[in-house]
């Protein structure tokens, strides 16, 4: 029981802490409501449980095993975040509640997930 309790503390720590997901969840919530985030929060959430799944079954280990790898994944990894990092900053400021096309999409939380690093290092360390 001891062993759950801080298990279940880690998690809690590590997966609430903020991160690209929760960050672009939360700013998307705030922009279009908890109803116009739900595609995304689904991308979101879909992509957390393939990046579980990578984890638990060895396949980041073994990727990352292949020499020259793992330089290329960190390159496309931080490439990524930095280009969401430039539009959000570029982003013109918030007003009203925004259109729907500019939602995020199911896809784009998807991705999101598949590409932060922070995912892979918390379900890794759990």
Same mark, same amino acid.
């Not at 880690?10 to 997966?15: K, Y």
């Not at 802490?17 to 409501?33: E, I, K, M, Q, V």
């Not at 396949?59 to 020259?68: D, R």
């Given at each position: 029981?001891?062993?759950?309790?801080?298990?279940?503390t880690?998690?809690?720590?590590?997966?609430g802490?903020?991160?690209? $997901?929760?960050?672009?969840? &939360?700013?998307?919530? &705030?922009?279009?409501?908890?109803?116009?985030?739900?595609?995304y929060?689904?991308?979101?959430?879909?992509g957390?449980?393939?990046?579980?799944?990578?984890?638990?079954?060895g396949?980041?280990?073994?990727?990352?095993?292949?020499?020259?790898v793992?330089?290329?994944?960190?390159?496309?990894a931080?490439t990524?975040?930095?280009w969401? &990092?430039?539009?959000i &900053?570029?982003?013109?400021?918030?007003?009203?509640?925004? $259109?729907?096309?500019?939602?995020?999409?199911f896809?784009?939380?998807?991705?999101?997930?598949?590409? $932060?690093?922070k995912?892979?290092?918390a379900?890794?360390?759990?």
């Open positions: 029981m001891e062993e759950l309790i801080g298990f279940t880690a998690g809690i720590a590590l997966i802490s903020p991160g690209p $997901n929760t960050l672009g969840l &939360a700013a998307t919530g &705030a922009t279009f409501g908890a109803v116009g985030g739900l595609r929060m689904s991308g979101i959430l879909i957390m449980v393939l990046v579980m799944s990578a984890i638990s079954t396949l980041g280990g073994i990727l990352l095993a292949i020499p020259g793992t330089p290329v994944v960190a390159v496309a931080a990524y975040i930095l969401l &990092a430039y539009r &900053a570029t982003a013109p400021p918030l007003v009203g509640t925004g $259109n729907r096309d500019s939602r995020p999409s896809r784009a939380g998807l991705f999101l997930s598949l590409v $932060n690093p995912g892979y290092a379900m890794a360390a759990l």
